[in-house]
């Protein structure tokens, strides 16, 4: 355990490790006046932003290999099938660590659509008018490791 009462205390901007394990010995010794509150602040802010951004990148991943599956199922590969599966778990362990995201996967999936449906598009070079419009899948179905168009 580090020992930062006599040491100079390093800057964030010098050693990020260093300047986190520095913060948590604060911590622990229930030393609060010596926390960098603002740089502690927005890190803890980009710790959940982080998080919604892989789940989004999941989400979309997930969608446009349920649309190639569904939409080119001549073209249906085990490694489409893998994918689909790994996203799937994948989001199941972000929503385990943080199960308040769970109530926001209808907007999610909403706001990720038009993402998804692009990435198919230029996938299987199928114009984005084969596609529907709005998501055709339930967050239900995305989440259940046996449905797949």
């Not at 890190?43 to 989400?59: G, I, P, T, V, Y």
């Not at 692009?118 to 996938?123: G, H, K, L, M």
Request: one cysteine or more; aromatic letters at 8%.
């Amino acid at each position: 355990m580090l020992d930062f009462k006599n040491d100079a205390v390093p800057a964030y901007e010098d050693d990020f490790i260093l300047w986190l394990e520095s913060q948590a010995a604060f911590l622990r010794a229930g030393r609060l006046e010596s926390l960098d509150r603002e740089n502690l602040v927005d890190e803890l802010a980009s710790m959940a932003n982080r998080d919604r951004r892989k789940l989004n990148h999941r989400l979309e991943v997930l969608i446009a290999h349920l649309l190639k599956c569904q939409f080119q199922p001549d073209h249906k590969t085990h490694s489409w099938e893998n994918t689909v599966y790994e996203q799937r778990q994948q989001i199941r362990l972000i929503i385990d660590d943080s199960p308040s995201l769970r109530s926001t996967l209808p907007e999610k999936l909403d706001a990720r659509y038009p993402h998804a449906l692009r990435q198919a598009a230029r996938e299987t070079r199928l114009p984005a008018s084969h596609f529907p419009s709005g998501p055709p899948y339930s967050v239900e179905q995305l989440l259940d490791e046996d449905f797949l168009p």
